[in-house]
């Protein structure tokens, strides 16, 4: 068996760029960046487009705020309770400059959402071109950076991959450290920047775990047991890669000892054998979302063709996955047998937990990227030589095609009322001087940074009877009676069973007024301190 001999074959010697007219070295250079840099461009433009045509949930606007408190000196995030991703090293700090450009306003996780999916973008290209050039390099990259662009459709592909900071910076690291695998001359500083862009996505999210260090530690660690050729960068890597966990341990540990962010936990629970089989079939469902292919339950209509068309993209990373995995101890490459480890490591997480009942296709978010990465390296030379670059080329038009029209329907994409109701109730407060309050979590942050702070309005839940702080994504010095007096809450219309409870608790407002399909119950009293939630307790 020769594992992984096709490292650096049938590729077009790319180390040393010269064009068949022997053109300069630095005008090549200067034309291919002027192509990427273009190309970076109009991907953002398009996918701010996308992002903007949503409305910025609390899940966004919380990451705003925590980006204005480094801002503010708050470099660790001291007293805040994060979710069980903190995006602490990934991105926070981009947030930070957009926040120092914009201030604290929605367009920062519009903005962020389009730099990062384009980034995405641009990277799978990068990796599906490898060092090939000419037709085949050029078909590679449009291959992977088309399919990528292309799969979010309406409103539910821009939440998954365009609005909130998700997993999707997970994936645009993990992109960036194979692009540095496959292209990278092996030297320390290699090494190096593969173990320090390593540990950045793991500390900011500990799924960079399973789809980067694990396949990277399991492939190369494989190889050079094997002893194959290039065994001895194998070995590096695959210290790299288990270092990187290990320094990981070693900042998290550091960072709460010097009294920084809380991490929520989650426990990653087993399912039953009782309930896999539903397990899978909701992963089924749930790949066919993460593709833009979900073509279940709806009537056979013409509408019906935009996610048919998804699931050829669909069919050619699942046939690249069946292929590769086949031929795993073959003539293969590093690069794609990570890949296919990353792919299977991720959907098994997630069918053999209980994710796959509650959770959705977020927790498998770089399965679409890696697995069109994959499609788009092992499947364009077969294509070529079967002649099927015509279909191919069809294929990618239609998705390009598919994308125009999303784009020009963009902000009729947002629902009747999707954040106006945000928009009415921050302008209301802040004609009637209310500047600090508390609320549910989905109104509280939304409605601060909707009014660049001018209100203030703390998240909190109902818990045994009574209101008490939120249990994730909160700072606790929000909730201090001696620096801050709540005056107001803000609850759901159709929320009676808080606005009894809040009632019960502090007596009846002096005035309940009714705006934007909620109610703002105002009393003449502080209503601090409230309860601390389970995990503070």
Known sequence: MTFGVADAGARN????PVADDQEPRAAWWRRRSVLWIGAAILLFLC????????????DGAVNVLQAADLLHGNLLLTHWQVSDVSFYLSDLPLYAVLVLIFGPVPAVVHVGAAIVFSAVVLLAAALAKSGFTGREGALRALFAGVIVFGTPLGSEGVNLYLSSPDHISTVALAL???VVIDRAAPSWRTWLAIALISVVAETSDALAIVVLALPVALVCGLRASRRLPGWRHDAWLCGCAVGSVGVTLLVEAALAAAGGFTISKVAADFTS??????ALTRTYQQVLSLFGADYTGQPLAAHVAVPLLHVA??????GAILVTARRFFGEIDRIDQILLVAVAANLAAFVLTKEAIIGTAREFLPVMAFGTVLASRRLTEPLIRLRLVPALSALLAGYLVVSVGMLARAPSQIEPNAGQNTAVLTAWLESNHLTYGLGDYWNASEITVQSRGAVAVRPVLVLAGRLAVMDTEFDRTWY???AHRATFLIVKRDDDRMRTIAEAEYGTP????????SWVLIWDRN???????????
Do not use: F, I, M, W
């Open 510 to 517: 002096v005035r309940a007024v009714e705006v934007a399909r």
């Open 313 to 318: 993209g669909l069919a050619l990373a699942a």
């Open 176 to 178: 960036l450290v194979l």
């Open 527 to 537: 209503l601090l301190p409230v309860e601390p939630s389970v995990r503070d307790r």
């Open 480 to 482: 201090d009676a001696v």
């Open 47 to 58: 996918d701010y487009r996308h992002a903007a045509s949503r409305p910025v949930s609390s």
């Open 273 to 278: 054998a009782s309930v896999l089989p539903a």
């Open 13 to 16: 010697d790319e180390a040393t």
